[in-house]
């Protein structure tokens, strides 16, 4: 029985870091644990820096090593035009957000997919049949989403209801614009509010429950909603939400392949509710068991 915990210690997801990430020039000169963002992103961004200073000594744009590579060699090509969007500046940037996207953000939308299997046993039970009718005993690959709407709109309604992340980054005017009659400066920022999109009531029927059909048609097919928004809002949206979406299927679908999930609690008894609200949505404490499914399958 594996137990899977959240740190809220480090002032990541309290509301303090809320108004931090909406107000940084304000915020940084009140004290509290929000600086500590401040030293942690600082501490990665060195670390990038240093990697990217590595990687430029041996660099060869015939033979890229890793996304930093690939990023230098966007750099070398287009770097110096006009738009100047490719730049060392960038990289450190774009780089830091695959670490985040990668790691922090998967990793509770992936906590929050189990607590919600345990919690619905009959949705569960749903996906447990499409992954052995379609993927059986082989290896899931990402192709496989295509045959199988049912788990593909359960993992949209996770990224919906659990709402990882409520705010989505600051996003920076390059130029005056109109929108709706509203006249803004270049260098405004926007932050985007994601959370109050995945919990429209125009949207989204009874948005405040959990349910794949939000993502499913009268024929069981996936239907594609643009109010999901799990990676931001605009064109600027996550780099590496293709990366995000491709762990999603594989973990889940491989981890259900091959085990039975229990709950030693009964499911009414489960909460979903997050035990931390500000930058990120944090899932509750919660044990789940792991049976092999050949066990359980030998025992019933």
Request: charged share 25%; hydrophobic share 35%.
């Amino acid at each position: 029985m594996a137990s899977w915990e959240s740190d809220v210690k480090t002032g990541d997801s309290r509301g303090m870091a809320k108004l931090y990430n909406i107000y940084p020039n304000v915020l940084k000169y009140i004290p509290g644990p929000h600086h500590k963002i401040k030293e942690n992103f600082s501490f990665m961004a060195d670390y990038v820096r240093k990697k990217m200073e590595i990687n430029m000594k041996t660099f060869d744009i015939n033979n890229p090593r890793d996304f930093i590579d690939c990023f230098l060699t966007k750099i070398e090509k287009e770097g110096k035009t006009k738009a100047d969007i490719y730049n060392t500046d960038t990289l450190v940037m774009n780089t830091m957000i695959m670490f985040f996207g990668g790691t922090e953000t998967v990793s509770a939308t992936t906590r929050f997919t189990f607590l919600l299997l345990l919690k619905y046993p009959s949705i569960t039970e749903k996906v447990y049949n499409e992954i052995d009718n379609v993927i059986g005993q082989r290896p899931p690959n990402f192709e496989d989403r295509f045959k199988m709407p049912y788990t593909d709109a359960f993992i949209h309604e996770v990224q919906r209801f659990a709402d990882v992340t409520p705010l989505g980054l600051p996003h920076e005017l390059t130029m005056d614009t109109e929108i709706r009659n509203y006249k803004f400066k270049k260098g405004t920022v926007f932050t985007s509010v994601l959370t109050g999109v995945h919990n429209d009531e125009t949207q989204f029927k009874n948005p405040e429950h959990f349910d794949p059909k939000n993502f499913l048609d009268e024929n069981g097919k996936l239907m594609k909603n643009e109010s999901l928004m799990p990676f931001s809002a605009g064109r600027r949206i996550c780099p590496g939400m293709t990366l995000a979406k491709i762990e999603l299927f594989i973990f889940i679908t491989t981890l259900l392949q091959n085990f039975t999930i229990k709950s030693p609690v009964p499911p009414e008894k489960i909460s979903v509710a997050p035990v931390g609200c500000g930058i990120g949505h944090i899932p509750p404490t919660f044990e789940i068991c792991l049976i092999p499914r050949t066990c359980s399958q030998e025992e019933q």
